[in-house]
């Protein structure tokens, strides 16, 4: 009778979403979070970075892997990325491995160092169509998907704190990010901005885009 | 630099007009301490995700005790989340509203409902709405280059459609 009840009172609280889920990231952009990132000692990075650099290198051996380039990203989405795989806010196998290991310290280190580096080369893209042009600079106002450029920049340069610099990126990299976001196997964007986004694109959209961000130069 | 007479004068009106409208913010600010309504309560804006109230799986609208209706919202660059609501006609509804960034304004255009939505503050406002219908939940308040494609859809349903509340629970929908 008891166990009837615990079970009963499971099912109302599950479906009143009583059961607090997760938060996406347990990373907030506090003034002091903001200095401590900011003063990242790069010398220091730049030694803890030769680990990163077998797989994250620009050099053309890397070109065609699935990882991302981490030259010229912002030091703050940096940061947030390898304190959430951390945290366990997002999951990939080896960076939650490797981030187990690092300290807050390591983290604001070896992101300054990053961030101070040149973009890799931009693998330019023949003509996009105008359809992604269009959602690029205007969005889609019956979709709700505001333009990518008012937070991504108009070169693709990113903003500060969390939107991260998409120019130059790999193509496969960006699609295969956006795809994870439209999946919700990537949740680690704060009141899911990034996923209501993608997941009104449709997949040829988020390829063309990918193609279209991983053509620009800064 | 020659300034036309007449030009000049218009610039003193100007300036003049403009002192007044100051004198009188200062003064009912100062004077009679009316201050905006959204002043009372604060909040850390930097951490709103990880708050109690403003958490990403305590937004949306519950259901009170007393039928009435709270509807917890988070106003962020470019938009209000959750991005789609829907709301009984006829019914008190009062809204909680943060801004995880900057500066926003909420309103809902043909409503009464609008107010601004400051960071580091609590908005909140109370309203029924006597009309069912599809309408936009708009930012007027300029907060960025995506200002004019930060809206929202608000659903507003005729009250008996409207499914009934559980006795004690807060409901989410
Ligand atoms: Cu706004």
Known sequence: ?218 | MHIHPLERRWIYVVLAVIGIFLLAIFYTAIARNIHPPSHIETIDSASLHLSEEFAEDKLGVWTQPDGTIKVTLVAARYGFYPREIQLPAGTQVTFRIASADVLHGIHIPMTNMGTMVVPGYVSEITTTFPKPGEYPMLCNEYCGLGHDHMWSKVTVVAKESWPAAPNAQPVRR
């Open chain 1, 1 to 218: 009778m008891k166990k009837g009840y615990v079970f009963a009172w499971i099912v109302l609280v599950a479906a009143n979403g009583q059961i607090s889920a997760e938060p996406s990231t347990q990373v907030a952009w506090t003034p002091e979070t903001l200095r401590f990132v900011k003063n990242g000692d790069a010398e220091r990075g730049k030694e803890l970075a030769q680990a990163c650099e077998a797989c994250h290198a620009a050099t053309p051996e890397n070109a065609e892997s699935e990882f991302p380039y981490l030259q010229g990203q912002s030091a703050t989405y940096l940061y947030k990325q390898l304190h959430d795989y951390k945290s366990g806010s997002r999951s990939n196998e080896i960076m939650v491995g490797i981030s187990a290991g690092l300290s807050d310290q390591d983290m604001a280190d070896v992101s300054a160092w990053y961030s101070r580096q040149p973009l890799p080369p931009a693998k330019k893209a023949d003509e996009v169509p105008d359809t992604i042009r269009k959602l690029v600079d205007r969005g889609d106002g019956t979709r709700i998907v505001a333009p990518c450029a008012v937070c991504h920049g108009s070169a693709g340069q990113g903003q500060t704190m969390d939107t991260p610099v998409l120019a130059a990126q790999k193509a496969a990299y960006l699609e295969q990010t956006m795809l994870a976001y439209k999946s919700e196997a990537r949740r680690n964007d704060i009141y899911r901005r990034m996923r209501l986004i993608v997941q009104q694109l449709n997949d040829e959209e988020i390829r063309q885009l990918a193609r279209y961000y991983a053509g620009l130069e800064r």
